[in-house]
């Protein structure tokens, strides 16, 4: 066991050795740089080889209208962002803070594994393999999700763009995606079942801010939910959806704030549970690291 755990890249650890460190700082400047490159090609350009149906990102997203098509300005916002704060985390890999450094590598394993899964997931849903893309996506959520169970209390300069950003990102896609490759995407009853499945956003994001007090899952997810909302308007206003995504979005937000503010302040929200000892708040997840 001690020797599967010693060569087992996800497992958790407390230190690093220099070598794995210097891996890490390569495999995820490579693997970051390779994410970053096919996104900004494939939303500019559409792939120019033998595949009869292919084109770029943004068509996709509009060629197939469905009930989770998302605003390509505010997504492209959002990757934007995510993408600068992905290179600060990149950056504390090389930081003369041992802790910081261990922090980093900590989920460097699910950040490089998360990146490769993205450029597959581009590359095969700008080439309609959407059902092949819906199956990369499900492996990255549980890669996530594994993350971040297992390291959500590490500071939010690697928690938001290692951990959170990419984690709502992938649910939401799921549906995107999802809606995309489903027969008749734009029926009747594939409406009905968007207006259901759009609630699986809100319970999503109110778990993670009431469970772990995680006010970067519920901004990601209510940015996430305003990209929804708006592209529904667009597309058709006499209609549930967009208004579900609003009412998503303000919700979320809501709580976002809620939690952090006082968590900025210094204080924390229990949410009427009963306060926490002092030995036990210095170990709650995302409570004011810098």
Known sequence: MDRLHSINPFSKRESH?????????VLSILTWLLSLVVSVYYVL????????????????NW????GFTLN???????WVVLFVLQAGYIGHLFSGNTDYVNAACAVGSHFIFNNLLHFAFIMLFVRSHFAWAEVILVVNFF?????YFRHNAYPRFIHTPAVSGPLAWTFVAIYWNGAIMVPHPA??????????????????????IV???????????????AALGV?????????????FAFVIMAVLFVLTVTIAVPTWMGREVNFGRRQQPAADTERAPLLGEN
């Open 143 to 147: 890669n996530l999700s594994s993350l």
């Open 17 to 25: 050795s220099a070598n794995a460190i210097i891996t890490y700082k």
């Open 187 to 208: 029926s009747l009853v594939a409406r009905i079942f968007a207006n259901i499945f759009i609630w699986a956003i809100l319970v999503y994001g109110v778990f993670f």
């Open 231 to 243: 592209a529904q308007f667009q597309r058709q206003v006499i209609a549930l959806q967009w208004i």
């Open 45 to 60: 350009h559409e792939p120019h080889d033998g595949f009869t149906i292919r084109h770029r990102i943004w068509d996709q």
């Open 63 to 66: 060629l197939y209208p469905t």
């Open 72 to 78: 390509p300005v505010i997504i492209d916002v959002y």
């Open 211 to 225: 469970v772990y007090k995680d006010y970067t899952m519920g901004f990601w997810l209510s940015v996430l939910s």
